[in-house]
């Protein structure tokens, strides 16, 4: 049957738009389902706090009554207007081993892009920078909490469809074990401790009983501390509050620390365990009651404690406090932590390949590139 590719318009299409990945990954043990109530938020035009400043459609390829693949072309202004461009994006990009049908879709994107002035189309990126965001390209692997995960054709479907990379972000990991046989951790800490004299850095662990605080703060020097970031946009207060609902749940305070030069924030660093080791177990999916899906959660997360990962997705500095060992102090009272908390793996990431003073520090403590993630581009 020919490929033909349709706008999401209908309660049908949208259905098998929604339920699509759990069709392609079913057989793949690597995929982690997300929880269905937040799948949902984010495509929700109404609800999603990015849908605040996008505007995008989703189109589905079909072969007769059969879905081959699903895209999503949105325009993010907010992107537009904070670093000074015009392009559009694609995310929700899932489809089948089929060059057609994946071509199809993204000239579909293209051409949305065009027809909206934009003068280029990048991604994948569904749909912010505070979601799932790049191409898997190495390390096929089970993801980490808000990691992507894709087939490893992917790669040849973009690249066939004329898009080419225009930024590798990378994932490190550093096991415990290694943490300690390579001194690692008494290398941190008397490093520590000598820049904490030297230049009157305080570092304390986030407050668990004032969390909705903690979380203000952390937002105000995260939009300071990345301002400057390829393809960064700043954290609106309705995206703070969503991030506050969903990651708050589990989050570990023993995993994120506020560092401050003189009295003033200077930095911060926040990790989080990795649910996704408990949601590849209690596997949510459609036509399962979500109730059900969150009890089996609560078992692997309190009584079996599957977690023994944790991811570090964010740590930033002022700009004013750099190249004074800030970082390293915060990395350091981290990775102490996260050690004597019982966490066996680290994954620090995504780091933009061109970050020199992080990918520096990932690489000193003995992280290892263990992912990497590529954006795409193609010029209208």
Known sequence: MPVEIRKVESQHDYTAFFEFPWVLYKDDPNWVPPLLSMRRELFDKKKGAAWDYLEGDFFAAWRGDHLVGTIGAV?????????????????????????????????????????????????????????????????????VILYPYNKPYYQALVEG????????????????????????LDRLNRLSAAIEKRNKITVRMADPKKLKAEFQLFKDLYNVAWEKNWGFVPMTARELDNMVKALGQFFDHRLSFFAYVNGDPAGMVMGFPDFN????????????PEIFTLIKAVYYWKVAKVID?????????????????????????????????????????????TNQPMTGIAKNVGGEIYKVYRYYEKAC
């Not at 081993?97 to 579909?108: G, H, K, Q």
């Not at 964010?314 to 970082?327: A, C, P, W």
Request: proline residues 4%; aromatic residues 12%.
């Open 277 to 288: 080791q408990v949601l590849v177990k209690a596997y949510p999916k459609p036509g399962t």
């Open 309 to 353: 990962w944790g991811r570090v997705p964010l740590l930033g500095v002022k700009e004013e406090y750099r190249g004074k060992g800030v970082d390293v102090v915060l990395y350091g009272a981290l990775l102490r932590s996260m050690i004597e908390s019982g966490y066996k793996h680290s994954d620090s990431g995504w780091i933009l390949s």
């Open 161 to 184: 469809a004329g898009f080419t990379g225009v930024m590798d972000t990378y994932g490190y990991y550093l096991s415990a074990a290694k943490a300690i046989e390579i001194g690692t």
């Open 75 to 143: 325009i993010n202004h907010r992107h537009n207007e904070y670093h000074n461009e015009n392009i559009a994006w694609f995310g929700a990009f899932e489809v089948e081993n089929d060059p057609e049908a994946a071509s199809a879709l993204l000239e579909t994107a293209h051409q949305w892009a065009k027809d909206h002035g934009c003068t280029a189309l990048r991604g994948p990126q569904t749909f912010s920078t505070h979601e799932e965001t790049g191409l898997l390209v190495e390390g096929f692997t089970r993801p």
